[in-house]
C-alpha cells in the first residue's frame, strides 16, 4: 500500500480516502468485485487516477485498506479489554454493530459478492488473522484441541456464514438473532481441552 498509516492524515487526505472508501462500496453493492475498474471507483469518487494511484496500488490495495478501517473503527470501540472472553464478545458485538452502522450496503454486497468470490474470501482472510491475533491472547489454562490458526478460520467461516445467510437465505434478522446464532455455531466448549 502506498498510502503510510502509521502518519496523522490531513483533512484533505482524510476526505479523498473517504470518497473512495464509499465509491468503492457502492460499486460492489452494484456489481461484483471483479467487475469493477479503478476507472469505476475513480469516476464514482470524482478522484482523479492519479490521485488514487497516490494512495493505493490497485482495487485489491483499496480493499484491503477497507479492512484495516473496519479493525481502527473495532479497536476504537472495544477499548482495554482485560478479560479474554469480554474482548472476544466486545469484538464480536462491534463488528456486527459496524455491519448496522457503517455498511448499510452490506446485504447488496454479499449479494453481488458470493463467498467463493475474491471480496468475501478477502473479508475472511482478514476476519481468520483478526480472530488468530485475539486467540494468541486467551488464557494460559485455555488449550485449544486444534491449532489456532484452524480455530481462527472456523470463527472467521463462521461469520461470512452467517452473513451469507442473513441476506440471502432468511428474512433479514436482528443483531440479537445473528449473535445467538454466531454463539452456537462457534461455542469455545467443543474447542477448549478438559
Not at 464480536?92 to 453481488?112: A, C, G, M, S, W
Not at 451469507?164 to 438473532?177: I, L
Amino acid at each position: 500500500m502506498k498510502y503510510d498509516l502509521r502518519k496523522k492524515p490531513t483533512l484533505g487526505e482524510k476526505r479523498t480516502l473517504l470518497a473512495l472508501q464509499e465509491a468503492f462500496y457502492d460499486l460492489v453493492a452494484e456489481m461484483p468485485f471483479e467487475e469493477v475498474t479503478v476507472k469505476d471507483i475513480c469516476a464514482r469518487s470524482m478522484i482523479p487516477r492519479a490521485t488514487f494511484y497516490n494512495y493505493f496500488d490497485d482495487k485489491y490495495d483499496l480493499s484491503a485498506y477497507n479492512w484495516i478501517t473496519v479493525r481502527s473503527w473495532i479497536a476504537e470501540r472495544i477499548g482495554k479489554e482485560k478479560s479474554f472472553e469480554r474482548m472476544f464478545d466486545a469484538y464480536i458485538e462491534k463488528l456486527l454493530d459496524y455491519f448496522d452502522e457503517e455498511l448499510p450496503k452490506l446485504e447488496r454486497i454479499v449479494i453481488f459478492n458470493g463467498t467463493t468470490q475474491y471480496l468475501l474470501s478477502d473479508f475472511r482472510n482478514f476476519l481468520s488473522d483478526e480472530f488468530l491475533t485475539i486467540f494468541k491472547r486467551r488464557p494460559r489454562t485455555w488449550k485449544f484441541k486444534v491449532p489456532l490458526d484452524i480455530v481462527a478460520q472456523l470463527y472467521a467461516n463462521a461469520v461470512i456464514i452467517a452473513l451469507h445467510w442473513k441476506y440471502t437465505k432468511s428474512p433479514c434478522c436482528a443483531k440479537g438473532e445473528m449473535r445467538e446464532f454466531f454463539n452456537f455455531i462457534v461455542n469455545f466448549d467443543h474447542l477448549i481441552k478438559d
